[in-house]
């Protein structure tokens, strides 16, 4: 039976022969390796694996783990009463098992909670339902455009919220429910606990399966401030299902979900003052964060950086958040400070599985963990906190447990858009980041007063940035701040993972008068003034 090894320092095919020679001399047989993916195959006939991993000391090569001989693909699940077995609801255990179901496996889906997991239930569905309606009153009551005349009345919120339940409830039935139902996956209700074996205890029942999946998401992180849990708070959870819309309401917190929360609820007609620990939007380019700060101090949002409470309090009703020697009032609180892995009653420890120090349970770029029959995807992991993130490793540890596909996450071009208005949308890298790389990068930076679309739809508020490798003009980060930017930005993630460079986004065809042209304006600044040219000219 054969052992694999993960080895790191491999680039090229002379890697693996000098890794193969190395193994075979300390007595392995059968060597394969693919250095590509960083693993090799061994028979070990005697030698013991510690004994492989000194066979590398010495070289650039080095042994990270060894899987020792066992579960590797479905052949070998015979015994098991199931192939794959998923811990968690969510897109990424749903992306896994409807995954393992194509492979023709046996799959059972163990969930405490409420089937389909955040985003339909709490994240992304509920939230982007109330902020469309939002943004829809918002310009009702100020829209840009002459001759034009509406307003934009009281909300019902009660009904607000009932029509959101409603899409939720909908398509958790469509794309969880009965997907369920249509690929044969089996639903336990129940608390799974990881016992030795490893199994899984779910409320006294044992389930064993071949490989097993963690994807039970993330959780609102609770910052201890004192006075806080005994005056009360929302989560962004608890936000969407009140029975009124608040007068007043402070926001802690400065990251894409606060900033989403405070904007919803400003549209809306709440007083919102955000609490911001560093700095708003501190992930994205300053020039983008500039812009959005703008829009946020136009929308009447008051946003005050560099803080963090001290103290809460409730007096008379309202709440009281000391802060910076202030005192900041309202009638609720909001606590978007982050999110941290749901990892608490697992037993991961007991089977092995080694955690990260914020709960995260710790996986290789192939998904795998310290367990070689134990896998993990989503926000559980502590990567980035999106639901196409969540969906590609469940797809991906699919194929690496049951298929040996070698298959790896690449972030390199990946996106993230924040559904405030206007947009913030980015893919790739920021020129700070880059920079810290160490890499020689080039920028343009193009306002959407310079963007045909903008100024014909009245609304120029926003930037787009280009990062590109100096040398070879090779766009390596895309970056927008505009109404549109959620669509266009799929633009930039093609060109990072095409290599296109600032040259062949400035040839390429683009259509005229769309918000996406603002990034082939961008890639024209490079070599010419785009303020200079005459409306779509190249």
């Not at 995807?377 to 469940?394: I, L, W």
Request: proline share 4%; glycine share 10%; hydrophobic share 45%.
């Amino acid at each position: 039976m054969s052992t694999e090894l993960r080895i790191s320092g491999m680039t090229c095919a002379s890697c693996a022969l000098n890794v193969k020679r190395a193994l075979g001399d300390a007595g392995a047989r059968n060597v394969h390796v693919d250095w590509h993916s960083g693993r090799a195959t061994v028979e070990t006939d005697g030698a013991r694996p510690a004994e492989l991993s000194r066979a590398l000391e010495g070289t650039q090569y080095r042994v990270e783990r060894v899987v020792e001989p066992g579960i590797g693909g479905p052949g070998d699940a015979a015994g098991f009463e199931y192939d794959l077995a998923v811990v968690g609801s969510g897109g990424g255990a749903f992306a896994a098992a409807i995954a393992a179901r194509r492979k023709d496996l046996r799959v059972v889906m163990v969930d405490a909670g409420t089937v389909g997991g955040t985003c339909v239930n709490v994240g992304c569905i509920p939230s982007k339902a109330l902020l469309a309606a939002a943004e829809a009153r918002h310009r009702a009551a100020a829209h840009p455009f002459p001759g034009i005349s509406t307003e934009a009345g009281p909300v019902d919120f009660p009904v607000l919220i009932a029509g959101k339940r409603e899409i939720v409830e909908g398509l958790r039935k469509e794309k969880y429910v009965d997907l369920a139902e249509e690929y044969d996956i089996e639903l336990v209700q129940g608390r799974a606990r990881f016992v030795d074996g490893p199994a899984l205890d779910v409320d006294g029942r044992r389930i064993e399966a071949a490989h097993y999946l963690v994807a039970t998401g993330s959780e609102p992180y609770i910052p201890d401030v004192p006075g806080l849990r005994e005056s009360g708070f929302l989560t962004s959870t608890t936000a969407m299902e009140l029975d009124h819309l608040p007068a007043s309401m402070v926001v802690l917190g400065g990251g894409y979900v606060a900033m989403e929360m405070a904007q919803l609820f400003a549209h809306l007609g709440t007083q919102v003052t955000m609490l911001v620990r560093s700095q708003l939007a501190r992930r994205e380019e300053p020039e983008v964060v500039a812009g959005i700060r703008d829009a946020f101090l136009a929308d009447g949002i008051a946003v005050v950086e560099g803080t963090q409470p001290a103290e809460v309090r409730r007096e008379d009703g309202d709440v009281v958040v000391v802060a910076a020697d202030r005192e900041f009032r309202a009638e609720q609180l909001l606590v978007a400070a982050g999110r941290r892995p749901r990892t608490d009653g697992l037993g991961l420890e007991a089977v092995g599985v080694e955690l990260g120090p914020g709960g995260e349970v710790v996986v290789d770029d192939d998904m795998s963990t310290s367990n070689p029959r134990v896998w993990a995807a989503g926000d559980v992991t502590g990567h980035p906190q999106f639901v196409y993130v969540a969906a590609k490793h469940g797809a991906v540890a699919v194929d690496n447990a049951f298929d040996g596909a070698g298959r790896r996450i690449d972030y390199s071009a990946l996106p993230r858009i924040t559904f405030t208005s206007p947009t913030v949308a980015s893919a790739g890298l920021t020129e700070a980041e880059a920079q810290e790389r160490g890499l020689d990068v080039e920028v343009r930076v193009l306002a959407l007063r310079d963007v045909p679309r903008a100024i014909v739809s009245r609304n120029t508020r926003g930037v787009v940035k280009l990062v590109a490798e100096r040398e070879s003009g090779r766009v390596i980060g895309v970056h927008l701040l505009a109404d549109g930017a959620g669509d266009a930005i799929l633009a930039g993630v093609y060109a990072i993972e095409a290599r296109r460079t600032v040259q062949d986004m400035a040839e390429d065809w683009d259509p005229y008068l769309t918000i996406g042209e603002a990034i082939h304006l961008a890639a024209l600044a490079f070599t010419r003034d785009p303020s200079k040219l005459s409306c779509c000219a190249a």
